[in-house]
């Protein structure tokens, strides 16, 4: 048996079907629940023995075309920086509003993927953002959460 | 019937849902276009804004995206060879050699054309079959269900991911895993929640579509380097050329669109197959019913090449929403999402809602319709203009992606935690993608989960614990035994066929 990616990903899916199986057994059911054919931790647990199953097959059964990516032809720089960059974005938004997060998260992604023409990344930030708030909030009466625009008075 | 059609064009013709169509074609034909963005990713991306609506605005206008995006793949197959979608693969075979040939425009005419005659078939089967079908399902019972649910997840794992069969039935247990998080519907007992009041109602469907679609598509565009919008600098967007159909060609297109139809609309039925299949038997139909000397041109700008796949991926939308509206189970990845939307509606498709929703029953049908007499009058003149988001730059497209991804779950939640959750979930969907793990199973586990879970807790409690119900009933072992033989072909031909 040869070790590749996709048998590795399948040994971790074992390992997680097999977490996720031992944590369906500590579920905890009522006391009349205990011995009937069905409650909440009988499809869990089926689940759980189904994915042992299917990743033990994969992992035991030979590949006929096996996937080879090589990591030199990856982009991982760029892709971790988009990652954090959202993982920013997503803290930020509820604390410091809607348009200036958004703005921001759209300045620095235009910018990290390599775009450096000031006067599209402008415009392709904060008077988009301004517009689509305006869309959502102003038109089709979606609620925008902005404290900041809030403390302004912008935004009621 | 004739009644329930009047309700359902009442309806779909108010302004506001009109408007809706139109608006939903518009951007389905764009997402749709770029190269990777189905639409799946585009249904995904419409969810949090129909939430505004009510239920039938809203699954109107997802409907007008669903069309629009499959339009919007087609383009792109014709124009730049780089189908947004597998199911319009088998149009870029005599399309581009068409657009190559400066018959861009015409290619584009051809398809239109053959996609609203395939549509419109397909509606009035559509029309006839899901009523009839509807009342034949209220027979069924939950071993019959719960069944149809697992048949429906082994073909699905079987027909849409060619060779990977073990990889997308992993994927499938993933997305119940994942439906299995959250407070049980019945004893509200909390099952793999970790103490965390952010898990107690389960993980959003909008999440989970949006981060294993558009958020992982986006990421991983940026991981392999790959560039959607490469090939339109190539070409000219703006000189497509003349969208008029010759006589001739019209005659041509008259032959195999009936037979493309019907054989789109059943392959549409069943659970797995779907558009990709169907287009691409139409297009091995068609090149056994044609004449020796146009058989030649098969490849080559074929007329008949480009009209039959276009003509049954069509046909093949329009039959997928039989299992969704008659039965409650999607066949497919696509309505899959519309299910999940449907529920967040506090809508349950199936035989049901023929008779307790008739406006949303028919006017989803109806504005299936609409909406391709919409992608006919405006979207084909108005091409040259649309083909250019084709030249917008990744460095602005994967942003707003990004941004419409996080925004969605944001404008759902208000909650952090659901951000980072849909972050995490997109990491992991990329790196899952990289080695081909289909994600359409993931996500019709996750719709079904809910469902499958409740038939088996009913199938059992009836039999006492004996899972005598598999068996027991004509229908139920005929559907097992339809799973077994999948199955058994499947890794049989996974690992003993040498081809």
Known sequence: ?156 | MIEGILIGLKTALSFQNLLMVMIGCFAGTIIGMLPGLGPMTAIALMIPITYGFDPATGLILMAGVYYGAVFGGSTSSILINAPGVPGTVATSFDGYPMAQQGKAGKALAIAAYSSFAGGTIAAIFLLIAAPSLSKVSLSFRSPDYFGLMILGLTAVAAFSSKGNFLKAMMMCVLGLMLASVGQDTLSDIPRFTFNTMNLSDGISFVLVVMATFAMSEALTIILKKNDPTKAAKQISLTDLGSIKVSKEETKQMAKTIPRSSILGFIVGVLPGAGATIASFLAYGMERNFVSDEEKEKFGKGSVQGLSAPETANNAACSGAFVPLLTLGIPGSGTTAVMLGALLGFGIQPGPRLYETNPEIFWSVIMSMYIGMVVLLILNLPLIPYIARILAVPRTFLIPMILFFSVTGIYLMSFNNFDIFLMIGIAVVATILRLYDFPMPPLILAFVLGGLMEENLRRSLLISDGSWSFLWDRPLTLCIMISIIIIVSWQIYKSFFQKN
């Open chain 1, 1 to 156: 048996m040869k070790i590749n990616s996709v048998k590795i990903i399948s040994l971790l899916f074992f390992v997680l079907s097999a977490f996720y199986l031992y944590t369906a057994h500590q579920i905890q059911v009522f006391a009349f629940d205990e011995g009937a054919p069905f409650n909440a931790k009988t499809f869990p647990i089926y689940l759980g023995y189904a994915g042992m199953f299917f990743a033990g097959l994969k992992i035991v059964l030979p590949d006929r075309k096996p996937i080879e990516v090589n990591p030199t032809h990856l982009e991982f720089k760029k892709t971790i920086l988009l990652v954090v960059t959202m993982i920013i974005y997503g803290a930020t938004i509820l604390k410091v509003g809607f348009f200036l997060s958004t703005s921001l998260f759209l300045v620095f992604s235009y910018y990290f993927l390599g775009e450096r023409r000031w006067k599209y990344i402008i415009i392709f930030s904060f008077p988009f953002v301004a517009i689509f708030m305006y869309l959502l909030h102003g038109l089709l009466a979606v609620y925008l959460r902005d404290p900041l625009l809030k403390y302004i008075g912008i935004m009621g």
